[in-house]
């Protein structure tokens, strides 16, 4: 029962649903939002919450809607508002569990040194999450190992 109301909520917050409302699990609109999943994604499309779609629902992601209705383009991406009014921009990176935290620190310190690079903006680590201009983090919002004895279809 936690799992179904976990892919609807899924499925409404990353907007592959239409509708506001959640749809039960086996529902036509349901079926409709796992595969435009499945689409968006490029998965085999069958609508079904196989291991393939619920792989990619695992992924760590950043907590954008994947699709705007009131749209004709798709974004992986959302922009707020227009340019920063400072030059120097904080961020805070909390290391998620995949490997070395050390490793994580420099990939996220070398990619905001290539960005200073082709700008002229600074970005500095800050160690307290609170008020930084960004935040970085892993989400994973389900675990496929509480999920690989369970085989869920939707009809």
Not at 55 to 71: I, L, Q, T
Request: include cysteine; proline fraction near 3%; charged fraction near 30%.
């Amino acid at each position: 029962m936690i799992l179904k109301f976990l892919f609807q909520l899924y499925l409404t917050k990353y907007q592959y649903s239409k509708t506001s409302t959640r749809s039960d699990i086996g529902s036509e609109d349901f079926k409709e939002a796992v595969k435009t999943f499945q689409r968006f994604f490029r998965l085999e499309v069958t609508g079904k919450l196989n291991n393939e779609t619920l792989e990619v629902m695992n992924k760590a992601r950043c907590g954008n809607p994947d699709f705007h209705w009131d749209s004709h383009r798709n974004k992986r991406y959302k922009l707020f508002g227009g340019r920063w009014g400072r030059k120097h921009l904080t961020y805070y990176f909390e290391p998620g569990k995949d490997f070395a935290e050390t490793a994580q620190r420099r990939i996220i310190q070398e990619a905001f040194n290539k960005w200073s690079r082709h700008t002229d903006l600074i970005f500095t680590p800050v160690a307290d999450g609170k008020r930084p201009d960004f935040k970085i983090r892993q989400v994973n919002m389900f675990s496929l190992d509480s999920l690989k004895k369970q085989t869920i279809e939707v009809r």
